[in-house]
């Protein structure tokens, strides 16, 4: 009898393993296509921006020679 459970345990924690790396796969392909998609995203907005240039606060940036004084 002892030895039959530990067979069966045995069976069981490799069956759970199996499942585990399964999930594991589906996951990381799962996470692998959103970062795909994000990427894409991402590039397809860079692309289509042509507005004005802002860098911190909302402040646009002047290219003139000249400075206020």
């Known amino acids: 009898m002892y030895e039959s459970k530990i067979a069966q345990n045995k069976l069981e924690m490799e069956r759970l393993t199996k499942e585990l790396a399964d999930v594991k796969k589906k996951y990381l392909k799962q ?13 397809s907005h860079t692309v289509k921006r042509g507005g004005p240039k802002y860098l911190g606060g909302g402040f646009k940036i ?3 020679t000249h400075m206020a004084s």
Not at 31 to 43: A, G, H, I, L, M
């Open 31 to 43: 996470k692998q296509k959103e970062q795909q998609t994000r990427e894409r995203e991402d590039s």
């Open 62 to 64: 002047q290219t003139s």
